[in-house]
């Protein structure tokens, strides 16, 4: 036996193999890691676990997602639960922002449809806000689809009244103030972001709403309502391919961090893995050298630290080969 004493004059005894033994990990397990540990998924507190294997992520970009939509609907809930955070802060700006829009509009509604300014007071202070800030508080209980829903509810109620106001309006310039509905196609792709087939179906519903009103306007003036369709197609068409490559850009980006939290993820359960091979030996399981001089240094700095002594006792087994030989490798490696 060899002592190392510190100046205290308790003494610490332990035998070699239970220093490794109670030290730190637990020798690694000789069977084959399931499919899980193989492919981790990145996960965030307090979310589901939408459980995507490995590879899958590369897979999908490199198929592409044209229709703006993952093939596995665990990947798509993920990528929609991840985002949830910043889509509910991004609408809930768009909702601030649209009430100043909507007060904005009341001042071109006195000049441009006066004689409709009273239903334009009722419907976009008393109809319109309050529905918009009810849609806002409540976002955060809502799915994602329940939240792009309220988006086309919000849209088609504000482009109504405007066509409202403009349809019932005697004024000579109603018709020209028809134009108004683009701010609507160019605020959801801007502002909101909306997702594209969301987008899509709300500017089919608002030409077509563009439409009908051109039709029954008051003594329209045909070469101005042609610019003004003109305008309302081709703002739409460059707000949807603008919303189009937004969203997949948006999702292109979520599966490249993904994939990239998984290799990280995998990587360090391999080194886990190997720092515990490292530390025991693979036939008996038993802690090797390497992870008995890291113990014994902890144990050493802790008793310099306590003012405790050190003491390790070594033992040995003279002529391990013959004993091997005699009773065999099973009973000289237990």
């Given at each position: 036996m060899g002592n190392v004493c510190a100046p205290t004059p308790h003494w610490r005894c332990c035998c070699m193999t239970e220093l490794a033994a109670s030290s730190l990990p637990t020798p690694p397990p000789s069977s084959v890691p399931d499919t899980d540990e193989q492919g981790v998924m990145a996960r965030h507190a307090g979310q589901p676990d939408h459980h995507v294997p490995l590879g899958d992520f590369e897979a999908?970009?490199?198929?592409?997602?044209?229709?703006?939509?993952?093939?596995?609907?665990?990947?798509?809930?993920?990528?929609?639960?991840?985002?949830?955070?910043?889509?509910?802060?991004?609408?809930?700006?768009?909702?601030?922002?649209?009430?100043?829009?909507?007060?904005?509009?009341?001042?071109?509604?006195?000049?441009?449809?006066?004689?409709?300014?009273?239903?334009?007071?009722?419907?976009?202070?008393?109809?319109?806000?309050?529905?918009?800030?009810?849609?806002?508080?409540?976002?955060?209980?809502m799915p994602a689809a329940g939240r792009e829903w309220t988006s086309l509810l919000n849209s088609v109620l504000s482009a109504g009244i405007h066509v409202y106001l403009c349809v019932s309006s005697t004024d000579e310039l109603a018709g020209p103030y028809l134009v108004t509905l683009s701010m609507i196609v160019l605020f959801n792709g801007g502002v909101t972001r909306m997702r594209f087939w969301r987008a899509l179906q709300i500017d089919l519903i608002i030409l077509a709403l563009f439409a009908g009103a051109a039709l029954m306007i008051h003594n329209p003036n045909v070469p101005v309502m042609v610019g003004q369709a003109l305008i309302m197609v081709s703002t739409t068409l460059f707000t949807l391919y603008n919303s189009y490559g937004l969203e997949h850009e948006e999702r292109a980006n979520w599966l490249m961090l993904q994939h990239e939290h998984q290799l990280l993820e995998r990587l360090e359960h391999g080194n886990k893995r190997l720092d515990q091979i490292t530390r025991f030996d693979p036939l008996t399981e038993i802690s090797n050298r390497r992870h008995f001089d890291e113990f014994l240094t902890q144990v050493w700095m802790r008793g310099a630290r306590d003012g405790t002594s050190v003491a390790v006792l070594m033992m040995d087994i003279d002529h391990f080969k013959f004993y091997n030989d005699h009773y065999g490798h099973p009973a000289g490696d237990a």
């Open positions: 999908v970009l490199q198929q592409g997602f044209l229709r703006l939509r993952f093939p596995d609907a665990a990947m798509e809930a993920s990528f929609q639960d991840d985002t949830e955070a910043a889509r509910v802060r991004l609408m809930r700006t768009g909702a601030l922002l649209g009430l100043l829009l909507s007060g904005g509009l009341l001042c071109t509604d006195w000049i441009m449809v006066p004689d409709r300014f009273e239903a334009a007071l009722l419907t976009r202070v008393l109809l319109f806000a309050p529905i918009l800030c009810l849609c806002a508080v409540f976002l955060h209980r």
